[in-house]
């Protein structure tokens, strides 16, 4: 086959690659949704320097804030459908500090506490959403399933009797539109019914709190980003 017809050929084939990819992308999103998506980062000031910046961000320069959890609001989304199988998030004990210390699920979704440390720690909850109390020998793990939701405004408070400075936070949400930043402070929700929606963004163990109108629309892509500053602070 002479040359230029091999390049035809190969060029041919990279088009339907293209193609084929566009329409992979395209299934993953349901017609009519929209998305919306940004970056949580946090810019302290000299006069009230931020405690627990150390913990949860890598970047100084950049402020890329983990462990932040985002979600939306409003009464049009109470028990919606969730996407996919209930599932299990894993909570470790691990040098006397819950890991991580912020975890949201959804209605039905379980957590497995888990103690990687040589000591005998304990996971207790005390909330109307839920309420449990077990001593977690060394490598003992514990799985509770959540079945009621407090959504951003009622968190609920994991402790360990053993050790008062152990403390994480499980949110519960009654929809699949939530998420915790990672070290990148990113988050995305997909295939969101359009309609208009407040978006809450809590750090709970930085005690930093905002929240924003918006609204989304038929297959729009939103983009929302917030840097979050000492003057978010919750009183
Ligand atoms: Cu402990």
């Known amino acids: 086959m002479p040359l230029r017809d091999l390049t035809r050929a190969a060029i041919a084939c990279l088009l339907i690659l293209a193609v084929l990819s566009s329409l992979a992308i395209a299934d993953d999103a349901k017609p009519g949704t929209g998305s919306v998506s940004g970056t949580?980062?946090?810019?302290?000031?000299?006069?009230?320097?931020?405690?627990?910046?150390?913990?949860?961000?890598k970047k100084s320069k950049t402020g890329e804030l983990a462990e932040t959890v985002v979600a939306l609001r409003s009464s049009s989304?109470?028990?919606?459908?969730r996407l996919g199988e209930p599932k299990t998030a894993l909570v470790d004990q691990q040098l006397f500090q819950f890991t991580p210390q912020t975890v949201a699920i959804?209605?039905?979704?379980?957590?497995r506490f888990l103690n990687s440390d040589a000591t005998t720690h304990n996971v207790r909850a005390s909330s109307p959403i839920a309420?449990?109390?077990?001593?977690?020998?060394?490598?003992?793990?514990?799985?509770?399933?959540?079945?009621?939701?407090?959504?951003?405004?009622?968190p609920i408070q994991i402790g360990c009797v053993f050790?008062?400075?152990?403390?994480?936070?499980?949110?519960?949400?009654?929809?699949?539109?939530?998420?915790?930043?990672?070290?990148?402070?990113?988050?995305?929700?997909?295939?969101?019914?359009?309609?208009?929606?407040?978006?809450?963004?809590?750090?709970?163990?930085?005690?930093?709190?905002?929240?924003?109108?918006?609204?989304?629309?038929?297959?729009?892509?939103?983009?929302?980003?917030?840097?979050?500053?000492?003057?978010?602070?919750?009183?």
């Open 131 to 154: 309420t449990f109390n077990e001593n977690m020998s060394p490598d003992f793990d514990y799985k509770h399933q959540f079945d009621r939701a407090g959504g951003i405004a009622t």
């Open 163 to 235: 050790h008062g400075g152990m403390q994480a936070w499980i949110f519960v949400f009654d929809h699949p539109y939530f998420a915790v930043t990672g070290e990148d402070g990113k988050y995305s929700f997909e295939n969101v019914p359009p309609g208009k929606y407040r978006m809450d963004v809590y750090h709970v163990l930085g005690r930093l709190r905002t929240s924003k109108s918006i609204e989304v629309t038929a297959d729009g892509k939103l983009a929302e980003s917030f840097t979050l500053s000492p003057s978010d602070l919750v009183k």
């Open 40 to 57: 949580i980062t946090y810019q302290p000031d000299k006069e009230k320097p931020w405690r627990y910046a150390r913990y949860f961000i």
């Open 77 to 81: 989304l109470r028990g919606t459908k």
């Open 106 to 111: 959804q209605v039905g979704d379980s957590i």
